[in-house]
């Protein structure tokens, strides 16, 4: 094993929104850990919270209605929760970075492309006109975008190409973390394949670690070092991205690989859904949220709060039927 | 079996203020009763353009379509209702498709008003037969959709396709919308509902996992045009086209252990609009060369096997 760096910690993050009369509790009690130059893929259905873990790590909540209630992020030692707005800001956009799912609505329609990477190039670094746009041209060019397309605007780009401009526009102050939220859920097939391949050939060249959410397993199986479940908040299932792939163990990751479409492309085999809905994040139940949709789910389930538990190998689950899941597959 | 639907040189143009939009540009092909035919593409391709074109919602710019023998292309008015009947359609988005200011069973039973039938208790009783098809719980009967989730939504846009008994129904990227669990579940329903009512489904989607799933026969477009199709199984096992090859590597897989073999594509789509003639796909393809440019041809390669690029036998 090689001796890996962290990078960033998350230790038990709650996360609140306070609606009309509701609470949301959007996250509940996340820990999770990024080491340098690797990848953890944040996997999970619509509002499910992926996307809320990443804001609350840039401190881009929503105001006044979100709020982290507890638990801190370590990054560089310094835990960003409680550090001053003052601080957080040579981090966001310079250390930290994210790129956001819809390129089209991420861009300012009114500057023209060029400006916009030299803008958050001019707010971190101290460098005079010329060279921030030269370095700005080489970013677009770093992202296969001619840079004589700099005085262009948004809008005479198409969305592939858009959503590179962004991904430029992330890398400008090479940050030590990338945080990725549905990179390329917007653009087609053979867009997304070019997109992708960049984004590993990038971080290859720039040892960027990568924060990155989607819900195609396809994508995480391509990408990901580690990856971490998410269900109603919670982390159900935590491990390494082969150990997911060949051992899944929770009934809620094992219902996900049974919703995709097998890849042999046999009709004849009924595809396996989970049954029902996510719960109502206001009002979430007591014990294992996933008991109701789960074919496993006993009594004591509901009753008793579940912990994460290693079941070998650093293989994480929050399940109390593990055993007899596993025998059942 | 019967063929359902034959579209012959079916075009559809737009008149935009830089010039014509080819968006569908000469597309044939036939259709069996009670199979699936999906239709794959990239956005902009104009796979919903054929589907909507198809059922007359636009009026085509010129070509033929037989649906039972009877070209829809020249019915008229009171026809055309009629044949509606027989030919739906479940769209894309579940929320914008719906009527924010209609109730679940309002907006089911609207299609049995529209066509004349006055009995409302028979409406009624078959609102709710059809609920009950779609696996939505009688207590939704009176939300409205802002109230539902995605999923359910999607399941009222089924029932409202499937009152009058169709025998065709164009489903426009019915599941996209949709998390991978539901949209399991609406597959699911779809393929039951294919088996019991013996509908044919033409499946628009980009999403080329699922369209393996669904479909018997699948048709893959470039730009306004078919360049490929075949049976679902040939189409994976052997596609011929370059830009098929393309678009098949570029599914990430979701499987640790695949090897990947991918045909990185340089370039992005061109205009539709002007297009000059020859092989539109040429200016991203490897196997490009000035003959290329020449008008291409469709040609069948195997039994039922179609592909248009006249490179076809160097490629394979």
Redesign the interface.
């Given at each position: 094993m090689k001796e890996a760096e962290k990078l960033l910690t998350i230790n038990d993050l709650t996360v609140e929104f306070t609606s009309d009369r509701e609470i949301i509790q959007a996250v509940n009690h996340v820990s999770l850990e990024i080491y340098k130059g690797e990848t953890l893929g944040l996997v999970g259905?619509?509002g499910a919270g992926k996307t809320t873990i990443a804001k609350s790590i840039l401190r881009i909540l929503p105001k006044p209605q979100g709020r982290t209630k507890s638990g801190s992020i370590i990054f560089d030692g310094a835990d960003l929760l409680s550090i001053s707005e003052h601080e957080m800001r040579k981090i966001r956009g310079n250390k930290i970075s994210m790129i956001f799912q819809d390129p089209m609505s991420a861009l300012n329609p009114v500057v023209s492309v060029g400006k916009q990477i030299s803008e958050a190039i001019m707010l971190h670094q101290k460098l005079s006109k010329k060279e921030t746009k030269e370095l700005a041209i080489k970013m677009l060019e770093m992202v296969g975008i001619p840079g004589a397309r700099y005085d262009e605007y948004p809008h005479q780009f198409?969305?592939?190409?858009k959503q590179r401009v962004i991904i430029a526009m992330a890398l400008a102050c090479r940050p030590e973390l990338l945080l990725a939220d549905e990179p390329t859920t917007a653009l087609?097939?053979?867009?997304?394949?070019?997109v992708?391949?960049m984004m590993a050939k990038l971080k290859e060249e720039l040892k960027t670690s990568m924060l990155l959410i989607t819900?195609?397993?396809?994508?995480?199986?391509?990408t990901c070092d580690k990856v971490a479940v998410i269900y109603a908040g919670e982390i159900i299932e935590y491990a390494g991205?082969?150990e997911i792939?060949?051992n899944p163990v929770h009934p809620y990751t094992l219902?996900?690989?049974?919703?995709?479409?097998?890849?042999d492309?046999d009709?004849e085999k009924?595809?396996?859904?989970?049954?029902g809905?996510m719960p109502n994040p206001a009002r979430l139940p007591g014990g294992c949220k996933f008991a109701e949709r789960c074919p496993h789910a006993s009594e004591e389930c509901r009753s008793n709060e579940i912990e994460l538990a290693d079941t070998g190998e650093g293989h994480l689950v929050r399940c109390m039927k593990c055993s007899l899941v596993k025998e059942a597959r | 079996m019967a063929t359902i639907l034959e579209v012959q040189n079916l075009k559809k143009y737009f008149s935009t203020p830089r010039g014509l939009l080819h968006a569908v540009d000469d597309v044939s092909f036939k259709m069996e009763a009670g199979t699936t035919l999906g239709v794959v593409g990239e956005s902009g391709c104009g796979k919903s353009t054929l589907g909507r074109t198809i059922l007359h919602l636009l009026d085509s710019t010129d070509g033929k379509i037989f649906f039972e023998g009877e070209d829809v292309t020249q019915v008229n008015r009171r026809k055309l209702r009629q044949l509606r009947k027989d030919m739906q359609i479940i769209f894309q988005d579940p929320f914008s498709s719906l009527n924010p200011r209609m109730s679940v069973s309002d907006t089911i039973s609207e299609a049995f008003y529209i066509n004349g039938e006055k009995n409302k208790d028979y409406i009624r009783s078959e609102t709710r037969k059809l609920m009950d098809t779609v696996g939505l719980a009688r207590i939704f009967e009176y939300s409205y959709p802002h109230e539902l989730d995605g999923g359910r939504c999607q399941r009222i846009g089924i029932a409202r396709a499937l009152a009058l008994n169709p025998k065709f129904i164009v489903c426009d990227e019915p599941v996209s919308a949709l998390d991978v669990s539901i949209q399991a579940q609406i597959l699911n329903l779809m393929s039951d509902l294919q088996k019991e009512k013996k509908l044919s489904y033409m499946f628009v989607t980009h999403d080329l996992s699922v369209v393996r799933y669904v479909s018997d026969e699948i048709i893959v477009m470039y730009l306004g045009q078919m360049v490929e199709k075949a049976s679902s199984d040939e189409l994976f096992k052997n596609p011929l086209h370059p830009y098929t090859k393309a678009l098949l590597s570029a599914i990430p897989v979701p499987d640790v252990h695949h090897k990947k073999n991918r045909v990185l594509l340089q370039g992005e789509i061109s205009s539709p609009i002007n297009p000059a003639p020859g092989c539109r796909f040429a200016a991203r393809c490897i196997n490009a060369t000035p003959e290329c440019k020449k008008p291409q041809k469709l040609v069948e390669v195997s039994q039922g096997h179609f592909v248009s690029c006249s490179k076809v036998q160097e490629v394979k």
């Open positions: 259905e619509t198409s969305g592939g190409m087609d097939v053979t867009i997304q394949a070019q992708l391949e819900h195609d397993l396809g994508i995480v199986a391509e991205v082969e792939f060949d219902g996900l690989f049974g919703s995709l479409p097998s890849a492309g009709k009924r595809l396996k859904p989970i049954n809905m | -």
